[in-house]
């Protein structure tokens, strides 16, 4: 399983940013599929994901900001991120794993990471 993330870069607060993960050797749409972002300091953290069914799950930073979604014919899943505030900057990861929930930051397989910076 390799997951390539790509996408990040530097914007102005209020600006917004898509990351993309590409997934070979697993089928988007048969495992969670998640982004995790490390802050310099922070622990790092689920961001959002999608179950297999489809389902999402958002962390309350991303709620209203971020959509997950997914193109299972191009085995890519995407983040868009809108309103982007300095406390989002971070490294942001593609993860996978088969068990539940998306929320535990415990995953089997990483992308590597793409570096999102938000300027004030």
């Known amino acids: 399983v390799q997951l390539q993330a790509s996408g990040g870069g530097s914007v102005q607060a209020g600006g917004?940013?898509?990351?993309?993960?590409?997934?070979?050797?697993?089928?988007?749409?048969?495992?969670?599929?998640?982004?995790?972002?490390?802050?310099?300091?922070?622990?790092?953290?689920?961001?959002?994901?999608?179950?297999?069914?489809?389902?999402?799950?958002?962390?309350?930073?991303?709620?209203?900001?971020?959509t997950v979604s997914r193109d299972v014919s191009k085995a890519a899943v995407y983040l868009q991120m809108n309103d982007l505030k300095p406390e989002d900057t971070a490294v942001y990861y593609c993860a996978s794993k088969g068990v539940p929930p998306v929320s535990n930051p415990r995953y089997d397989y990483w992308g590597q990471g793409t570096l999102v910076t938000v300027s004030s």
């Open 16 to 66: 917004s940013l898509r990351l993309s993960c590409a997934a070979s050797g697993r089928s988007v749409n048969t495992y969670i599929m998640a982004w995790l972002r490390q802050a310099p300091g922070k622990e790092r953290e689920v961001v959002a994901g999608m179950y297999a069914r489809g389902d999402e799950y958002y962390a309350d930073s991303a709620k209203g900001r971020f």
